[in-house]
């Protein structure tokens, strides 16, 4: 009998730290798992090079309308969902920007569908479906780095001509056969064997967030540490423009508000009709000429 591909991933191995979790109270429990989590900063860190990389790539081809496409299955695949969810509330970005797709298909992020994960063939069609092409960046998310649905996705992809990223937690992944830059995410053994969606999950959602918030950085998509392509379409939101406003020039609540208003809830326009001392047409000018960067915009060049 041959033996199983899966018996010597580093996401499926023993973890010598919970061998007896099951005979702990709740509270050392909670403690085994607080004591394992550890590792998952320390995982990103050794990847921060890879990571800006992979950022550099996004923040080159997407003001080129490139697109940034997510691909994983099970909970890799429900965290791109999730990061291509929160991309146009927070940077501005359109939901044709940001796409991600799972084995399974989008009703797979409410209920599993474990088998989905195996269909190679389907991950190439499903990527195929968005028709990529070399000004788009894919990201292959796979915590054993095996996954067939993926592994096929990304090779059509790269056929394509686009650009690949794969994020993984084994340094072996076949991933790297077709990336341009590979993240591996070394988290160690799960405290319940096999189960990613604890550290492994967590390492990638927290290199997900620092690829994609510093790609947006990097386009321009914040003034400093503010939010300023927010899209105020709520209370909350048009409170924290108010606030955005306020900080970046000075101006008290009120008075942000009436702004804003002026500069129709654009909070970029806002900003340089404030500090430039312009009105919105010409705000709004000055923004197109410096590619939409606030900071451009105000020192008056590209």
Known sequence: MSSS??????TEALNPASREIDTLPLGEIVGVMVRD????????EREESHIAKAAGMLARSLPKGGRLLLVGAGTSGRLGF?????????????????????????????RAKEGAEDDAVEGGRAIGRLRPRPNDVVVGISASGITPFVRGAVARAKAAGAGIVGITCD????????????????????????????????????ALNMLTTAAMIRMGKTYGNLMVDVRATNEKLRDRARRIIATATGLDYDEADALLAQAHW?????IVMQKAELPRA?????????????RRALLGRR
């Open 171 to 206: 340094r072996r992944s076949g991933l790297k056969t077709f990336a341009d830059v590979m993240i591996t995410l070394a988290v160690g053994p799960e405290v319940i064997a096999g189960s990613t969606r604890m550290k492994a999950g967590t390492a990638t959602k927290i």
């Open 5 to 10: 591909k899966w018996q010597h991933l580093p």
């Open 266 to 270: 654009n909070v970029k326009a806002a």
């Open 282 to 294: 010409k705000a709004l000018a000055r923004l197109r000429v410096a590619d939409d960067s606030v």
């Open 37 to 44: 989590h550890r590792s998952v900063l320390r995982a990103v």
């Open 82 to 110: 999730l990061e291509a969810a929160e991309m146009p509330p927070t940077f501005g970005v359109s939901p044709h920007t940001v796409q991600a797709v799972m084995a399974g298909g989008p009703s797979a992020i409410f």
